[in-house]
T-cell receptor, first 111, second 114 residues
């Protein structure tokens, strides 16, 4: 069964304090791994898609990386506006077009 | 470009009633998916429609159904509502639904069942 586990559940950082969020996955053939950001009261906002081990994508202070078993979302010098819940999801051969989501990491950045 | 639009934003219903939620995808997107989000289970896939046909279905009871119209707009229906159906229902669209294509989500409909 396809499974996605995110850690930690919650993370508190000071402004400028870099860190990483982890997404471990077990799937029957990875078709894509997705990172989303979700603010309270809103739907998930698409950040990145990664397709194969070794791939990296960057956007402003965020960098996503992928291995055969996990993905990391690195946050460099975060700002308070980076506070949100970050969701990881996978598409697999078994699930087809469905996204299998992790429970998310809630990030709080204080100034 | 307008994003995914869901209506209504909030709904309060009573157990046993039925409800219909609406979704307008991003212009040009032909695939529409529905997800349920709850604090305990997170985001769970309900179903996906492409060109008016249900192409994929999650593990939800038959009380949950949906449809897609020729203009790609979609509706989902929940019959005989239960307290456990209280959740945020999210609609997402993608260009063609090809595996690996990112989904773009609306802001959801918050359903409360009393």
């Amino acid at each position: 069964e396809d499974q996605v586990t995110q850690s930690p559940e919650a993370l508190r950082l000071q402004e400028g304090e870099s860190s990483s969020l982890n997404c471990s996955y077990t799937v029957s053939g990875l078709r894509g791994l997705f990172w989303y950001r979700q603010d309270p009261g809103k739907g998930p906002e698409f950040l990145f898609t990664l397709y194969s081990a070794g791939e990296e994508k960057e956007k402003e202070r965020l960098k996503a990386t992928l291995t055969k078993k996990e993905s990391f979302l690195h946050i460099t010098a975060p700002k308070p506006e980076d506070s949100a819940t970050y969701l990881c999801a996978v598409q697999s051969n078994q699930a087809g077009t469905a996204l299998i989501f992790g429970k998310g990491t809630t990030l709080s950045v204080s100034s | 470009k307008a994003g995914v639009t869901q209506t209504p934003r909030y709904l309060i219903k009573t157990r046993g009633q039925q409800v219909t939620l609406s979704c307008s995808p991003i212009s040009g997107h032909r695939s529409v998916s529905w997800y349920q989000q709850t604090p305990g289970q997170g985001l769970q896939f309900l179903f996906e429609y492409f060109s008016e046909t249900q192409r994929n279905k999650g593990n939800f009871p038959g009380r949950f159904s949906g449809r897609q119209f020729s203009n790609s707009r979609s509706e989902m229906n929940v019959s005989t509502l239960e307290l456990g159906d209280s959740a945020l229902y999210l609609c997402a669209s993608s260009l063609d639904g090809v595996e690996g294509s990112p989904l773009h989500f609306g802001n959801g409909t918050r359903l409360t069942v009393t």
